[in-house]
């Protein structure tokens, strides 16, 4: 298959967001916020998009610090922790600032308990003013609404849905090697089975691929693939 990411409506959604960020008028502030259940490809559409402005990309962990997750941003930039995390913070502040260099944090539900955490990074947006983008789980807008601070800097969100057949078609067109097509019905079966996530969506794409290969076959269908799952379970 293709190393492509395909522009379902989850990728193109936060993709605009991030540019209404990036372009957003004067006073209206600049934090992002990601959200919906695992699988449907958060983490794949943000890899995306900070690859495409060069942005600092780090996950965040259960057992943070401030310092901690500083310091992961700090090897981001290319440079060493540092022992004080206000020296950090500067350094940080720096280089987003000079290059405009957006910061997105993946797994942000683990900042929710921690206030200092939360006000780490929003120092970081506050002094800078360059877009952050927060990744997380489905109940992640619920629990940031209890932190008025942060969550009145947030202006784009974006909730992550199950892939609809139309998201199927379009990452099959996007994904599949040329001159291999995909029986509609059969895309809807992966959809079914796939529950609408995309990892699972991916992996059973590129298995009717092999299956295409294999047989020399233009156009796979249903009656093709018969009754063998999209995915092995243990």
């Known amino acids: 298959m293709k190393n492509v990411v395909a522009p379902v409506k989850n990728v193109v959604a936060a993709q605009d967001a991030f540019d209404n960020l990036c372009n957003r008028s004067l006073g209206v502030p600049g934090i992002g916020l990601i959200h919906g259940e695992t699988g449907y490809g958060k983490t794949t559409a943000v890899t995306y998009l900070f690859n495409q402005v060069n942005g600092i990309y ?27 995390t206000a020296r950090m913070v500067d350094y940080i502040l720096e280089h987003m600032s000079m ?32 877009p952050v983008v927060l990744i997380g789980m489905d109940q992640i807008a619920r629990r940031i609404s209890t932190r008025r601070q942060f969550f009145n800097r947030i202006s784009e969100w974006v909730e992550f849905k199950p892939a609809d057949l139309e998201d199927v078609q379009i990452a099959a067109d ?3 090697d040329d001159g291999i097509g995909i029986d509609v019905d059969l895309l809807d079966e992966l959809r079914r089975q796939a529950k609408g996530e995309m990892r699972t969506i991916a992996i059973g794409l ?17 009656a093709h693939w018969g009754s063998q799952p999209f995915k092995n379970n243990r």
């Not at 590129?206 to 249903?222: P, Q, S």
């Open 99 to 130: 290059y405009e260099r957006p910061l997105f944090i993946d797994e942000a539900d683990y900042l929710m308990d921690d206030v200092k955490l939360l006000e780490t990074v929003r120092d970081l947006y506050d002094c800078t003013e360059v």
């Open 174 to 176: 996007a994904m599949l």
């Open 58 to 84: 780090v996950r965040a962990l259960s057992a943070d610090t401030p310092s901690s997750l500083l310091g992961r941003v700090m090897g981001e930039l290319g440079a060493q922790p540092m022992a004080r």
């Open 206 to 222: 590129d298995k009717i691929e092999r299956l295409a290969k294999a047989n020399e076959l233009d156009c796979v269908t249903l």
